[in-house]
């Protein structure tokens, strides 16, 4: 008789395998990753345009500015560089003297900044800083081309001395770049707009109160909101009213303006015409004069380099090669349809060109704020429904439905 005992089967454990993966992590180093990582040819080329165009910034500094401030020639190459820097040594000097804002000018930024660094090189350097900080910003608004952008801003003669010499423009640059990354925003930051009011603040105080005019007219919903050219005619019709009532107060500190324009000709006759309540008939030929300014009168640099031969770098080359800059995006923003004033940034453009128009003076630097602007949005591809607004007006559809269009294009604050 067979007994058959079944025995379980017992399995030996496998031998332990090595694996070596071929996968490593990625690392990325800012400025190894810029100068390693692959890149089209034509930007290549923009990269090294970049490079020289900073060394030749870089040139001007130590061939016009710290000469300078050395006392060693008085060649003027930022606008207001030698007056920032007299502030801050009189600062310095005065320490009891704070009033650094007032109606009639802002030296805030300028004196910080240099009560801060003390010598050129090192305001140079924060400059510098600035700039690449703003264009980063910039550059995650959803659309915008980086090198189109630094191209268009170094292409602005105002942009050279912004980057080496003690001024208020390096200031204009960033909040302005700031103020287009909050508009731009789908989420609203409150942090984001104290930083570009408090920014605004070091640069000029007239910009805070045109950014609080912007939002207020861009409110979601507002009649001004869904009808910009009526919310461009009331700001026309305040400003009218506002300027010629203050002209007729006796301590209206509008003499600190006027005073420029004493030996004027066209510019006085358009004041005493502003004055008697008539803004919109010069309107149009007080925005061609900042736009254009002394090259309406290109004699005008023939008496000056006459008079100043190089000793005004500023005047006789930077303004009119930034009126000509300026001019030509303009141009090209309107043929591609970004100066339509339903469009948010050509909106904010058009206010600040009458604001700036209301000023008794012509000063076509102040156009720098305008200048960023359009190369930000020349640098930006639009969404599809950014360029059917561009294309023509808007629709009229049913309410709820333009509601809906409405409160996704609308800028509340």
């Known amino acids: 008789m067979k007994f058959t005992l079944a025995i379980p ?3 030996a454990p496998p031998a332990p395998s090595f694996h070596i993966s071929k996968w490593a992590p990625k690392v990325r180093i800012p400025f190894l990753s810029l100068l390693l990582e692959p890149r089209p040819l034509r930007k290549w080329l923009l990269i090294w345009l970049l490079c020289v165009y900073l060394a030749v910034c870089w040139g001007f500094y130590f ?15 930022g606008a207001d560089s030698p007056t920032y820097w007299d502030a801050v040594k009189y600062r310095s000097e005065h320490a009891d003297n704070d009033n650094l804002v ?18 050129g090189i090192a305001v140079a350097l924060f400059n510098i800083f600035l700039f690449f900080l703003g264009v980063e910003i910039a550059c995650t608004i959803p659309g915008v081309d980086r090198y189109r952008l630094v191209l268009l801003l170094a292409l602005c003669s105002e942009t050279a001395p912004a980057l080496v010499t003690l001024n208020k423009e390096i200031l204009v640059l960033f909040s302005t770049l700031l103020l ?4 731009y925003s789908e989420r609203r930051s409150f942090l984001l707009l104290g930083v570009v009011l408090a920014v605004s603040l070091f640069a000029r105080w007239e910009q805070i109160a045109l950014i609080f005019l912007f939002l207020f007219l861009r409110r ?36 600190a303006f006027t005073q420029y324009t004493r030996n004027a000709n066209t510019i006085a006759k358009l004041d005493k015409i502003q004055e008697n309540f008539g803004f919109p008939l010069v309107l149009g030929p007080k925005i061609l004069m900042n736009l254009l300014g002394e090259l309406l009168r290109p004699w005008t640099f023939v008496r000056e380099y006459a008079q100043l031969g190089w000793g005004d770098i500023h005047a006789i080359f930077i303004i009119p090669l930034f009126s000509i800059a300026l001019c030509a995006l303009l141009v090209i923003a309107y043929r591609q349809g970004k100066l339509n004033p339903h469009r948010p940034i050509a909106f904010l453009i058009i206010i600040y060109a009458i604001t700036t128009a209301v000023t008794p003076f012509v000063q076509p630097r102040y156009n720098y704020f305008a200048y960023v602007l359009l190369a930000l949005e020349l640098s930006r591809k639009d969404d599809p429904e950014e360029e059917n607004v561009s294309l023509k007006e808007p629709v009229k559809t049913a309410p709820g439905i333009g509601d809906l269009n409405r409160s996704q294009e609308c800028l509340d604050f």
């Open 63 to 77: 061939v016009w500015e710290q000469p300078r401030l050395a006392h060693e020639n008085y060649v003027r190459f």
């Open 9 to 11: 089967s017992v399995h």
């Open 102 to 119: 007032s109606f009639t000018g802002n030296l805030l930024g300028p004196v910080l900044i240099g009560t801060v660094f003390r010598n």
């Open 180 to 183: 287009a990354k909050y508009i």
């Open 220 to 255: 979601k919903g507002s009649i001004f909101e869904r009808n910009p050219k009526f919310a461009i005619g009331i700001v026309i019709g305040v400003l009218t009213v506002l300027y010629a009532l203050i002209a007729r107060l006796p301590d209206s500190g509008l003499g």
